[in-house]
């Protein structure tokens, strides 16, 4: 027996939607509109089914689609290529954002997708064969670097995140290393564009750029997911 599992997602309208998809590199396959709208996009192994409901409010969705890919920074780069020829930037708040990539304590490399209808694609590659989540370090700085990235990038709740890291930064304990102080000021620069709080996101940037330029060429490669952000922070203005 062979089975497969395919998504049917909720929208309120489809054209939104369909253009979004689209300019991630799907192919609409299926756009059926009456009576009753339905459609299906599909890139690669990824195929999404939608139907319209007008009385839908995509703020206020849940819905969430789990999309495993043998190469999630191939994908992430593709999706902010397309993201940027169609809509001239990467959209990172609102509907629709593209999160960033990372690491999760659960051994998958991955990053979150939300479209116009408010739909949620967790896209990921897993790493390790062990799935359980590795329990955050009991370093006061990590391990409020741990629970601010999964309010950020997890729960998308920007304002939580940068609520425990503005609380580490004041600490009295002092900075930690720089590589986990350069962590936090990149994920805190990162968190203030979100919250559309310019003249935050461009203090932490230079905080955080100033930080980089004393880590060794090793020490950087260990940031690299970072230092991804800082720079799609200098792309987005």
């Known amino acids: 027996m062979v089975e497969s599992t395919v998504p049917i997602l909720p929208c309120q309208t489809l054209p939104p939607v369909l253009d979004f998809y689209t300019a991630l590199g799907f192919e609409v396959t299926v756009h059926q509109k009456n009576p009753d709208p339905y459609a299906v996009v599909q890139r690669g192994g990824i195929q999404l089914h939608f139907f319209g409901m007008q009385q839908y409010d995509p703020g206020a969705g849940y819905s969430t689609c789990l999309v495993r890919t043998d190469d999630v920074d191939a994908l992430h780069a593709a999706f902010q290529e397309g993201l940027r020829s169609a809509y001239g930037r990467v959209p990172t708040q609102g509907l629709p954002r593209l999160g960033a990539v990372g690491d999760t304590p659960h051994g998958v490399r991955e990053f979150l997708l939300t479209d116009p209808g408010g739909n949620c694609l967790r896209i990921g590659q897993p790493m390790r064969a062990d799935r359980h989540h590795?329990?955050?370090?009991?370093?006061p700085f990590a391990k409020a670097l741990h629970h601010a990235a999964l309010f950020a990038d997890s729960k998308e709740d920007p304002a939580a995140a940068a609520r425990v890291l503005d609380r580490a930064l004041e600490s009295p304990d002092g900075p930690p290393a720089p590589v986990l102080l350069f962590r936090i000021l990149a994920l805190r620069a990162d968190l203030a564009h979100r919250l559309a709080d310019g003249a935050s996101a461009e203090a932490f940037t230079r905080r955080a750029e100033s930080?980089?330029?004393?880590?060794?060429?090793e020490e950087r490669e260990s940031v690299r997911d970072e230092l991804g952000r800082l720079a799609g922070l200098l792309v987005r203005g």
């Open 211 to 217: 930080i980089a330029e004393g880590l060794t060429a």
């Open 134 to 139: 590795r329990p955050s370090s009991e370093e």
